[in-house]
């Protein structure tokens, strides 16, 4: 692993050189194979699944090694490297500051904390959030991890996701119960993302925080699987108050689209 930005320049550069263009998109290409497998992979299985031959990926890999983006393991598969910690942290934190207006709006209109979510890993992770003007209000720390089965923007983000790849999550995480109205049980959980795809939108009823209530869509097109929620006292954010505030939600989403989409902020 390089000890400087030089050496790292310098591995960049060598890469450059033998493929261009091409060899940084296919760089890239393998990063995301490796993240939507769970982090670690052979060579093997990045080369049935890329198509590209073994001794491009290994050449690859070896750049990527190089730079700190990848890093090898004794058992020789291959799992992220730490350099990519500090781009995904830095990458959060501009997400959050281009969501941040939308979530405003979203307080304006709804009168309730506005959050945005992420799924990292088998995790949600907050990014953003911009609190209810409220004196009794919801608060959630961004950065806070939490499982996605007792959450609305847990839901609203795994509800496209094939059931089996929602199964083996759920096997990792478990489903521990954080109310008494929490689901615990995988095919609770995939009636109600059924229930999501039905609808539109995800709700999270006292299944995190007993007397709070989340309504919830995934952001549309996101680059990253995201989400954006409301959440409030279940005595305010009642189910006859939801016909209104989930337009709200859905057009804030697609705003929100745009923006991350074009990578513009006010786009």
């Keep these: 692993m390089p000890t400087s930005s030089a050496s790292t320049t310098d591995a960049a550069k060598s890469s450059a050189t033998g493929g261009g263009v091409q060899s940084l998109e296919r760089a890239f290409d393998l990063l995301e194979r490796m993240a ?23 050449r690859l890999m070896r750049t990527l090694v190089a730079c700190g983006y990848v890093r090898q393991q004794p058992n020789r598969r ?12 830095s990458s959060s934190r501009l997400l959050g500051t281009w969501a941040r207006p939308y979530l405003a709006r979203l307080v304006e209109e709804t009168g309730e904390t506005a959050n945005m979510a992420l799924l990292d890993g088998d ?34 983000l795994l509800a496209h996701a094939p059931a089996d790849e929602v199964r083996a999550l759920l096997a990792r995480t ?17 009636a109600a993302l ?56 859905q057009q804030v989403a697609a705003e929100l689209s745009d923006v991350l989409t074009n990578a513009t902020p006010g786009a």
């Excluded at 291959?78 to 990519?84: D, F, M, Q, S």
């Excluded at 953003?128 to 839901?155: C, I, W, Y």
């Excluded at 478990?174 to 995939?190: N, Q, R, S, V, Y």
């Design 78 to 89: 291959y799992a992220l490297g730490p350099r990519l910690i500090r781009l995904g942290e």
């Design 36 to 58: 939507d497998a769970g982090g670690e992979v052979g060579l093997s299985e990045l080369s049935a699944s890329s198509g590209l031959p073994l001794p491009t990926i290994h």
């Design 123 to 156: 995790e949600i992770v907050y990014v953003a959030q911009v609190p209810s003007k409220h004196s009794m209000r919801m608060f959630t720390e961004v950065g806070r991890r939490v499982l996605p089965h007792s959450t609305g923007v847990g839901k609203a």
């Design 194 to 249: 059924e229930e999501v795809r039905s609808l539109g939108y995800a709700v999270d009823d006292n299944e995190q925080e007993i007397g709070v209530r989340c309504l919830a869509v995934p952001v549309p097109d996101s680059p990253t699987a995201a989400a954006i929620s409301i959440s409030g006292p279940a005595g305010r954010v009642t189910e006859s108050v939801t016909e209104r505030i989930v337009p709200v939600l």
């Design 174 to 190: 478990g489903m521990p119960a954080a109310t008494e109205k929490t689901i615990t049980t995988p095919d609770g959980f995939l």
